[in-house]
Structures are given as structure tokens and as C-alpha cells.
């Protein structure tokens, strides 16, 4: 079956644009998950939705961050007015829930989105 | 607060030979999940591993092994026999019951396997 996809897989932006990043999970999977991954560095974790409900975006570095999962599948990851610090991959992951919750169950991630602001 | 500490930033060894990757963790919850992922030129991060804290059996399957002791909090990686397809980065990550499933990642280990 298909996997999680992400697309564009490449986006440069102007310092001050706009940006839209779409994630498609895995069908089915209920908890889909957000992380940002600094050039040599882990994966960090950005926010996290079960079905459409935002439960966590503990880890949104500011308010131009924002996320959405309107209908409990596509997920959209926007930032606004981009800084240069912005520049990352951007890893989308969903998982199906679990008995033990979604801290027990395996992660699939996406091939990544990777901006660069200049 | 969890933490991930991966100290083996670069490894270079020749083909056959075994390499151990290191994680240490910090956590002070007592339930808690182990894993290790597998990220290729490519990009996408391969899922290899999950141990649960009340299990502290090692595991094999095929020329990979983990070792976890929570004596030490550690969870390493062994793989036998390395091959050049090994040459990947190679994540430890922790994530707690009842945060949802996020993950802490550690700063990945970059494994080169020379022919």
C-alpha cells in the first residue's frame, strides 16, 4: 500500500513569504505527527493530531507556525512571514492507534519537505 | 524532562566488520518506549526497533541486535557483519506513555561502511 507522502518535496521561499507544507498519511492511521530536522541533527517534534484534534503543538517555535488536520486525514503545516532559521526538512509521520496509546506504536514517516529561505 | 544522547557522531569501518551504536536515555517516567530508525541518503526514516521498558530481553533478527539495560539506560545497536547497504544515519529515539507518541529524538549516528 501507499505511504505517507509529503509534498513539495523541495521549497525555496524569500525571507517574509508564506509557506504550505501537505502531508498525506497512511490511510487509516489515526495519530499523524509533525518534526522539523536541522541539517546533521535528529528529528524535532513540532505537533501532533489524533483524527482532526490538535492535541499537542507543544513544540511550534512561534506563532507563525501553524497546522492543520481539517478532516482527520491531509494535514497541512504553514508558516508565515519564513526566517532564515526556518530552513529544515520537514518530516511527516503517522501512526495507527495503539493499545498501549500512540506512545507504543511504530511511526511511518514521509520522504520530508525541504525549505530553504533565503 | 526526556533526553536522547547519541555520542557516536560519525563511525567509518570496512565491510564485515561489527559496529555498536550507543544510546543513553533520560526519563523519569517508569513506562516507556525504545526505538531505533534508519535514515538512508534517501531521507526516509526506516523503522528498525521497538522495546517497551518492562522488557529488558535483548533482541536479534538477522545481523542486527539491541541491547537495552535500564541499569544504565542504555539501548545500543549492534549490527554483524556490516555491509555497504548499512551506510545510513541511524536515529535512537524515546517516546512516554501517555504524551501522545511524540518522539525525542536522539542526534543520529552516521554509519559509513567501506567496501
Known amino acids: 500500500g501507499a505511504g505517507v507522502s509529503q509534498s513539495p518535496r523541495y521549497k525555496v521561499a524569500k525571507r517574509g513569504q508564506d509557506v504550505a507544507l501537505r502531508c498525506d498519511p497512511i490511510?487509516?492511521?489515526?495519530?499523524l505527527f509533525w518534526y522539523q530536522q536541522a541539517l546533521g541533527q535528529g528529528p524535532e517534534f513540532l505537533t501532533y493530531?489524533?483524527?482532526?484534534?490538535?492535541?499537542?503543538k507543544s513544540g511550534l517555535p512561534s506563532d507563525r507556525f501553524f497546522a492543520e488536520r481539517p478532516e482527520g486525514s491531509v494535514s497541512t503545516l504553514k508558516i508565515q512571514r519564513t526566517q532564515q532559521e526556518d530552513s529544515a526538512v520537514y518530516l511527516c509521520?503517522?501512526?495507527?492507534?495503539?493499545?498501549?496509546?500512540?506512545?507504543?506504536?511504530?511511526?511511518?514517516f514521509g520522504p520530508g519537505t525541504r525549505l530553504t529561505v533565503l | 524532562a526526556q533526553k536522547v544522547t547519541q555520542a557516536q557522531t560519525e563511525i567509518s569501518v570496512v565491510e564485515k566488520e561489527d559496529v555498536t551504536l550507543d544510546c543513553v536515555y533520560e526519563?523519569?517516567?517508569?513506562?516507556?518506549?525504545l526505538f531505533w530508525y534508519k535514515q538512508p541518503p534517501s531521507g526516509e526514516l526506516v523503522f528498525l526497533i521497538r522495546?517497551?521498558?518492562?522488557?529488558?530481553q535483548n533482541e536479534i533478527s538477522g545481523r542486527y541486535s539491541w541491547n537495552f539495560q535500564k541499569s544504565t539506560s542504555s539501548f545500543n545497536f549492534t549490527i554483524t557483519a556490516s555491509q555497504v547497504v548499512d551506510s545510513a544515519v541511524y536515529f535512537c529515539?524515546?517516546?512516554?506513555?501517555?504524551?501522545?507518541?511524540?518522539?525525542?529524538f536522539g542526534q543520529g549516528t552516521e554509519l559509513s561502511v567501506k567496501p
Open positions: 493530531f489524533q483524527n482532526e484534534a490538535q492535541l499537542d
Open positions: 522495546r517497551n521498558s518492562f522488557d529488558e
Open positions: 490511510s487509516g492511521h489515526v495519530s
Open positions: 509521520a503517522s501512526s495507527p492507534q495503539g493499545l498501549a496509546g500512540s506512545s507504543y506504536n511504530e511511526q511511518f
Open positions: 529515539a524515546l517516546s512516554v506513555y501517555n504524551q501522545g507518541g511524540k518522539l525525542i
Open positions: 526519563t523519569r517516567d517508569t513506562t516507556y518506549y
